[in-house]
């Protein structure tokens, strides 16, 4: 049974930085693409936006919106997804979850609160 356990959600201020965590149990996790999305209240689920990837490969590439202030990585011996976020922004406000790419497995989910 497939589960991702997303954390390290929480309130910051504006020019702040959060850690996400994604531990994964139930896959391969090394074999697999991972994905970060972020969903904004009042949108719906097949709204999510894409808000990092990163490959099997470690190739990572990052929505326009938080490239060079989110770094997404991983770490396979501990099944973990991560995304260091920095100078965030009120509009970073959301829930962001875990993705396995191309899948619908998917995490409860984080909640992220950008504000002063």
């Known amino acids: 049974q497939v589960q991702l356990v997303e954390s390290g959600g929480g309130l910051v201020q504006p020019g702040g930085s959060l850690r996400l965590s994604c531990a994964a149990s139930g896959i391969y996790f090394r074999f697999y693409a991972m994905d970060w999305y972020r969903q904004v209240p009042g949108k719906q689920r097949e709204q999510r936006e894409l808000?990092?990837?990163?490959?099997?490969?470690?190739?990572?590439n990052y929505a326009d919106s938080v490239k060079g202030r989110f770094t997404i990585s991983r770490d396979n011996p501990k099944n973990t997804l991560y995304l260091q976020m920095n100078n965030l922004k009120p509009e970073d406000t959301a829930v962001y979850y875990c993705?396995?790419?191309?899948?619908?497995?998917w995490g409860q989910g984080t909640q992220v609160t950008v504000s002063s």
């Open positions: 808000v990092a990837t990163i490959a099997s490969d470690f190739t990572a």
């Open positions: 993705n396995v790419r191309q899948t619908d497995f």
